[in-house]
């Protein structure tokens, strides 16, 4: 497999690189500006993620930043709340003007907070841990679907809530333990998808209180395509499994072919709001025997693209270029005006 990768020849003009997947490039690949990240996806964007010294890959700390990306205002990587704090799994409402995330303090209840890209705003919802947001088909509203009762960063209750009206909180699943990664929720809001809990990784009915056994894995990621995808990622952190869930079919993506990283592992897989592209965090190749835990300061946030058959990510795009551990990453694409 091959896969291409935007570098910048030595004038500074951007120039298409095609690169062996399984060798990699030896110089790595640089960062976008605005201009090829929107050629990249082929609409305006904008990505999330925290940051910090590179010490604590799974962002459980309170030494974190949050920080962002617009490909449309040409100010690059940016601070958007640079105090250091607990900061974590941060989301782009489906509008992607705002941000929700949640905090890991210990002791004590993880909590819920909204802020504007622009990091205005800022404002806390509720206790309990953002785990997927909704948007309602019927009005547009935005709903935040939170875990909470946790046992070891698994919940025993799930609810939802408007962002714009948090004291309306609705029961949504408490059948089983769900874990904090990778949870999902359908267009439809009829089904839920994650772990019940790790590393038990399927697809839940809502209605019907139960849920089906797809595989085992972590970080599970939801998106629809012609019809609801969904995958697991490996022990080895370097592939997805993805299933078709209505056509029952599965197949393995490779998720570490990014020019340069010459197989080293990755972390942070998730789709985005379009189905043709995912984002992740890595190099992740400091040593250990599980090296995405290890950390580093060299992880930095990427997107892939999906060939059209959804067999092999065809194309990845480098969004940032500095010296911390970026870690979580999050993307919103406008998918009404991407090709």
């Known amino acids: 497999m091959r896969a291409s990768v935007l570098r910048f020849c030595s004038c500074g003009c951007a120039v298409a690189v095609l690169c062996a997947a399984t060798a990699g490039c030896s110089s790595g690949t640089q960062a976008l500006d605005r201009t090829e990240v929107h050629a990249f996806t082929g609409a305006h964007t904008r990505v999330v993620w925290v940051q910090g010294d590179g010490t604590d890959p799974d962002a459980g700390g309170d030494e974190l930043i949050l920080m962002g990306f617009d490909s449309e205002d040409g100010k690059g990587e940016r601070v958007i709340l640079g105090d250091r704090r607990s900061r974590t799994m941060p989301r782009l409402t489906p509008g992607g003007d705002r941000i929700v995330f949640s905090t890991r303090i210990v002791p004590g209840p993880p909590e819920i907070f909204v802020v504007n890209f622009d990091g205005t705003g800022l404002r806390k919802l509720a206790d309990g841990f953002a785990m997927a947001l909704w948007q309602n088909p019927a009005d547009l509203s935005e709903w935040v679907y939170a875990g909470s009762d946790s046992q070891q960063w698994d919940f025993r209750t799930v609810t939802r809530f408007p962002i714009d009206a948090p004291a309306r909180r609705e029961l949504v699943w408490n059948t089983t333990m769900v874990s904090m990664e990778g949870f999902g929720v359908t267009p439809d809001g009829r089904y839920l998808t994650g772990m019940f809990p790790w590393p038990g990784a399927g697809v839940a009915d809502i ?19 012609r019809g609801p995808f969904f995958w697991y990622f490996d022990g ?21 072919s990014v020019p340069g990283f010459d197989g080293a592992e990755v972390s942070h897989p998730r789709w985005t709001n379009h189905p043709r592209f995912v984002t992740l965090t890595g190099p992740y190749n400091q040593g250990g025997e599980n090296q995405s835990r290890t950390g580093g300061k060299q992880t930095e946030v990427y997107i892939g693209r999906f060939s059209a058959d959804f067999s092999k990510i065809e194309a990845w795009a480098r969004v940032t270029n500095n010296a911390w551990g970026d870690s979580h990453p999050d993307v919103w694409i406008d998918g009404a005006r991407s090709p």
Do not use: F, I, P, Q
């Open 236 to 256: 080895a952190h370097r592939n997805v499994t993805l299933v078709d869930v209505d056509a029952g079919t599965r197949w393995m993506v490779n998720l570490n």
């Open 207 to 225: 209605a019907n209180k139960t849920w089906k056994k797809l595989g085992e894995g972590c970080y599970t990621s939801l998106s629809y395509a």
